[in-house]
Structures are given as C-alpha cells and as structure tokens.
T-cell receptor, first 114, second 112 residues
Framework: DGGITQSPKYLFRKEGQNVTLSCEQNLNHDAMYWYRQDPGQGLRLIYYSQIVNDFQKGDIAEGYSVSREKKESFPLTVTSAQKNPTAFYLC?????????????FGQGTRLTVV | DQQVKQNSPSLSVQEGRISILNCDYTNSMFDYFLWYKKYPAEGPTFLISISSIKDKNEDGRFTVFLNKSAKHLSLHIVPSQPGDSAVYFCAASDGNTGKLIFGQGTTLQVKP
C-alpha cells in the first residue's frame, strides 16, 4: 500500500537530548513537510523540502534540523535548543509537478519531554 | 504573522442544517486552497480544494467558495451529519515557493 509513515507514534525524551522523528513515503512525492501542532493551535510549518538535498525553513524552524538525502525520507531532529518540544508532529508529502494537488499526512508522532 | 486565519475556534450546528466554516488569508501569492478534516491524535485527511482561478468547487455535501478580492474562503457542508464532527483546517499553497500554510482550525460539532 502506498502511503506516508511516521515513527514512532509516541516518543519520550529527557531534557537536553536530541531526538529524531522518522518520516517515510512510498508515494513517489517530490515535496515533504514537517508541521507541529500544539493544543488549541493550528499546524505550524517547521521545514519543507521540494527536492532531494534541498530544504527550506518554515515559520518555526529554530531548534529543529532536517535532511533530505533520499526522496522517500525526510527525518526531523528536535534538538536541545528547542525550548518547548512537547507537541504532536505531523509529516506530509505532495506531488510538485502537478501544481494543484493535495498533501497527504502521516499519522503523527507525539513527543513528550520528561 | 498568521498568513491563514480561521477566526472561529468552534462551531456547533444541528444535524441536517448547513455548516459554514470561514478562512481568511493575507498572502496574495497563494494560488491553491485546501480544506482538511482532523480527528484527535491522527493526521489530517484531505477534504476538498480550489484553485485561485475558480470561485466555487463542489463535491457531494461539501462546497468551497473563494472570494479572491476579499482574500476569503469558506467551506459549506450541507446537510451536516454527526460524523462531520471534527477539527477543520484551511490551508493555502504558494505555488512559487512550495509552502503550504495552515490556519488554526475550527472545531465543528454536529448535534443529532
């Protein structure tokens, strides 16, 4: 089945530690995105990538890093510099060459700092 | 600065009536608009979309209207059903940069 997979579903991190969230898609999509959702808030864009080996900062990139070494994969690292990392993280992907097309989302990873 | 705004955090309607969810945007470079439905602890699922060259798109019970001059779009659900109860997100895409920006969401409750 084609889709976008995020792992793990739940993640606990100690303060001061870096942690990497996985996002893999087998939809052959060019673009991939990372969003963060906090209670009562919308989806805020962290990073996005339209092509392998290239990515751009979104609105809240501070304290996060990404890589796009393969088309299928777009891992997000939450670093110790992120002041308030506890949130629900969502990864999405979409086709680029079809200009008007929707993004598909994974099921999300809930990160909790303990 | 919030480029996509959903000013109503919640909406409650009776089953069978119309639900109208509103969204405003500020960036005139947005050329594609989408609505997503989301349940707690799940990823959003795509509902309906509209490109900036159109002013209306309809899919079954769902219709999206776009008013470019007002930078406003709305989602109409007719008739509303209890299963429509969820959080609805408006999103806008900048075709030049590839950015996809979401609003804060509106929680819709449809009462039986």
């Amino acid at each position: 089945d084609g889709g976008i997979t995020q792992s793990p579903k739940y993640l606990f991190r100690k303060e001061g530690q870096n942690v990497t969230l996985s996002c893999e898609q087998n939809l052959n999509h060019d673009a991939m995105y990372w969003y963060r959702q906090d209670p009562g808030q919308g989806l805020r864009l962290i990073y996005y990538s339209q092509i392998v080996n290239d990515f751009q900062k979104g609105d809240i990139a501070e304290g996060y890093s990404v890589s796009r070494e393969k088309k299928e994969s777009f891992p997000l690292t939450v670093t110790s510099a992120q002041k308030n990392p506890t949130a629900f993280y969502l990864c999405a992907s979409s086709i680029i060459h079809k200009r008007y097309t929707e993004a598909f989302f994974g099921q999300g990873t809930r990160l909790t700092v303990v | 600065d919030q480029q996509v705004k959903q000013n109503s955090p919640s909406l409650s309607v009776q089953e069978g009536r119309i639900s109208i969810l509103n969204c405003d945007y500020t960036n005139s470079m947005f050329d594609y608009f989408l609505w997503y439905k989301k349940y707690p602890a799940e990823g959003p699922t795509f509902l309906i979309s509209i490109s900036s060259i159109k002013d209306k798109n309809e899919d079954g019970r769902f219709t999206v209207f776009l008013n470019k001059s007002a930078k406003h779009l709305s989602l109409h659900i007719v008739p509303s059903q209890p299963g429509d109860s969820a959080v609805y997100f408006c999103a806008a895409s900048d075709g030049n940069t590839g950015k996809l920006i979401f609003g804060q969401g509106t929680t819709l409750q449809v009462k039986p």
